[in-house]
């Protein structure tokens, strides 16, 4: 691929389509850490730049204290490699925080591009698990040794906060709206972006998000504040403003005269009679200001004075006016207090509304539920009871409160064909060396068994043939399994300069869509909240040995005295 294409940004590889432009304009080449640019210096004055590396960009544990993760953030580094290129503003920028390399390297790095990099990586959107690389980078080992911090920024988040926000769909269930309404709380504009893109590829409904909207095609959802309510002094001030409008004054009074009207019928309704007294009344006004403004998409907020006796009342009268004049109100919103049991209420109250006034599937209108909510309230909720029909969910979602970080790693397993291995006291952090093929087997019901690794060059595991997995690391721990299924996980999205056929990037819809199914296929002891069975990584026999015999070479042997 030649640089002017990537400067140009008309990327096109192997056979695949047009790659755009990165949607964050800060994602460039020096969006990383000051060592990866030292190292490829260190690379380049050694002569070993172009030596061909295999990296594993991989995590080690689930997060949230579970069995499963979303993968999110591949889109973005196929976006990221294919508009590497450094300008000629930061090459001298590197001039000065590199101010002892040779002027040599700084016409290497002006050269470079990612034409000779291939990345093979498993679907975004699928149920991944620790161990298995999410993508394998190969290429110059400078070069990719440059793609390291970028990618890793670039997966941690969209993973962490695409699996937040399935685990959310998960406790929720299925019927339910989830609402992400984390932008003010998220990590400043790029934070709130991505929160808003991967909550909902990782099962959300819809965002408050408008940028979002514009940018990923998410639909945007949102009704109006406190205060909104608080900003109104009563009905006469609709009124008024309307007359000194010369516009809709009589579709105003009218809509006025119809929401006083019903407010009267409620309060003496047989079913309703002493449930509440007089309502708040700039609380109406507002009601019905909005509902003038947008009368197919009502949805208040009734918790400003007081719920039940005041704002559900409210909402009715402006929601039955609406009826009669050929619109639907969409529902409340409840920010406050306690949900289970005002949810409960509030539902006894709408359907009190259709028995007393014939007005069919009111008593369905939707209740939406905001106020801090996470996975836990939700649970919380489920096992109280309640009428719920929506969620809004900010703060701890897009923020995964409940764990900072995912903890990707980007680890060298090979360079120049031959196999590389990191080992640590933790043995949780030794690597598992050489180019690998990642298999999914499945067993007679369709549950997902297995996930294996094997070397590049081994058979593929075969549908009704026993193969032995192992645990990379402990010797007892094995299986036989006869697969009913084999899916190979890794596919091309970046083939370099190779011949292999390039994936093409799939949209969010098609990758929210893979996440519900992936979860649909997974047995439910692993994905349960409390306590989820451990979800199996294994290596083939073959691989096995591999790694205890290139462990043994590596370590040293200590001496006694």
């Known amino acids: 691929m030649a640089a002017a294409a990537l400067a140009n940004g008309d990327v096109r590889a192997g056979g695949g389509g047009a790659v755009p432009r990165p949607t964050n304009p800060m994602v460039t080449p020096l969006l990383t850490d000051l060592y990866q640019f030292s190292m490829a210096y260190a690379y380049w004055k050694a002569g070993k730049h172009l030596d061909r590396a295999v990296f594993d960009l991989y995590f080690r544990k689930s997060p949230f204290a579970g069995e499963f993760t979303v993968f999110g953030g591949l889109e973005e580094c196929i976006r990221f490699i294919a508009n590497f290129k450094l300008k000629e503003e930061e090459i001298n920028f590197l001039r000065t925080a590199?101010?002892?390399?040779?002027?040599?390297?700084?016409?290497?790095?002006?050269?470079?591009?990612?034409?000779?990099?291939?990345?093979?990586?498993?679907?975004?959107?699928?149920?991944?698990?620790?161990?298995?690389?999410?993508?394998?980078?190969?290429?110059?080992?400078?070069?990719?040794?440059?793609?390291?911090?970028?990618?890793?920024?670039?997966?941690?988040?969209?993973?962490?906060?695409?699996?937040?926000?399935?685990?959310?769909?998960?406790?929720?269930?299925?019927?339910?709206?989830?609402?992400?309404?984390?932008?003010?709380?998220?990590?400043?504009?790029?934070?709130?972006?991505?929160?808003?893109?991967?909550?909902?590829?990782?099962?959300?409904?819809?965002?408050?998000?408008?940028?979002?909207?514009?940018?990923?095609?998410?639909?945007?959802?949102?009704?109006?504040?406190?205060?909104?309510?608080?900003?109104?002094?009563?009905?006469?001030?609709?009124?008024?403003?309307?007359?000194?409008?010369?516009?809709?004054?009589?579709?105003?009074?009218?809509?006025?005269?119809?929401?006083?009207?019903?407010?009267?019928?409620?309060?003496?309704?047989?079913?309703?009679?002493?449930?509440?007294?007089?309502?708040?009344?700039?609380?109406?006004?507002?009601?019905?200001?909005?509902?003038?403004?947008?009368?197919?998409?009502?949805?208040?907020?009734?918790?400003?004075?007081?719920?039940?006796?005041?704002?559900?009342?409210?909402?009715?009268?402006?929601?039955?006016?609406?009826?009669?004049?050929?619109?639907?109100?969409?529902?409340?919103r409840l920010d406050s207090g306690d949900l289970a049991y005002l949810s409960i209420e509030t539902r006894k109250f709408f359907c009190a509304i259709e028995k007393e006034f014939g007005v069919d599937g009111f008593g369905k209108t939707n209740i939406t539920a905001s106020n801090d909510l996470n996975e836990e309230t939700i649970d919380a909720l489920n096992k109280q009871g309640h009428e719920v029909d929506s969620f809004g969910i900010g703060t701890y979602l897009v923020t995964c409160y409940a764990q900072a970080a995912l903890g990707c790693v980007f680890k060298l397993v090979e360079i120049n064909k031959q196999p590389r291995i990191k080992l640590s006291e933790d043995v949780t952090k030794v690597s598992i060396p050489c180019k690998k093929r990642c298999y999914r087997l499945y067993g007679k019901e369709g549950y997902p068994l297995v996930d294996i690794m094997t070397g590049q060059d081994e058979p593929i595991?075969?549908?009704?043939?026993?193969?032995?997995?192992?645990?990379?690391?402990?010797?007892?721990?094995?299986?036989?399994?006869?697969?009913?299924?084999?899916?190979?996980?890794?596919?091309?999205?970046?083939?370099?300069?190779?011949?292999v056929q390039r994936e093409e990037l799939p949209s969010i819809n098609e990758n929210r869509s893979r996440c519900m199914r992936q979860l649909d296929r997974m047995r439910p002891d692993h994905l349960r909240k409390l306590n989820p069975t451990p979800y199996k990584v294994s290596v083939s026999a073959q691989l096995y040995d591999f790694i205890h015999f290139l462990w043994l070479n590596e370590a040293p042997v200590g001496e006694l005295q």
């Open 98 to 332: 590199l101010p002892t390399c040779e002027d040599g390297f700084f016409e290497y790095l002006s050269s470079i591009d990612c034409s000779d990099v291939e990345v093979y990586a498993i679907p975004e959107g699928s149920a991944v698990f620790p161990k298995v690389p999410l993508m394998i980078i190969e290429g110059p080992v400078a070069v990719v040794q440059l793609l390291e911090t970028p990618f890793l920024s670039l997966v941690n988040y969209a993973s962490l906060v695409t699996t937040n926000a399935a685990r959310h769909r998960l406790v929720a269930g299925k019927p339910k709206n989830l609402l992400e309404f984390g932008l003010r709380r998220a990590q400043g504009p790029d934070g709130g972006i991505s929160a808003s893109r991967y909550s909902y590829m990782g099962g959300f409904d819809a965002t408050s998000n408008v940028a979002a909207g514009r940018l990923f095609g998410i639909p945007i959802r949102g009704t109006h504040s406190h205060a909104f309510v608080s900003s109104f002094l009563g009905l006469d001030e609709i009124i008024d403003k309307a007359l000194s409008s010369s516009d809709g004054s009589n579709k105003c009074e009218d809509f006025v005269s119809l929401v006083q009207n019903w407010l009267v019928k409620i309060q003496d309704a047989s079913s309703l009679r002493g449930s509440f007294g007089e309502t708040n009344q700039s609380e109406l006004a507002a009601f019905t200001s909005y509902a003038l403004a947008f009368p197919n998409s009502f949805l208040a907020l009734v918790d400003t004075y007081d719920v039940m006796r005041s704002g559900v009342p409210n909402f009715c009268a402006v929601a039955l006016a609406l009826n009669d004049m050929g619109y639907k109100a969409v529902g409340i």
């Open 461 to 499: 595991p075969k549908v009704g043939e026993r193969i032995l997995c192992r645990h990379p690391f402990i010797e007892s721990k094995r299986a036989h399994v006869v697969p009913q299924h084999v899916e190979e996980l890794l596919k091309c999205y970046w083939p370099g300069n190779s011949s």
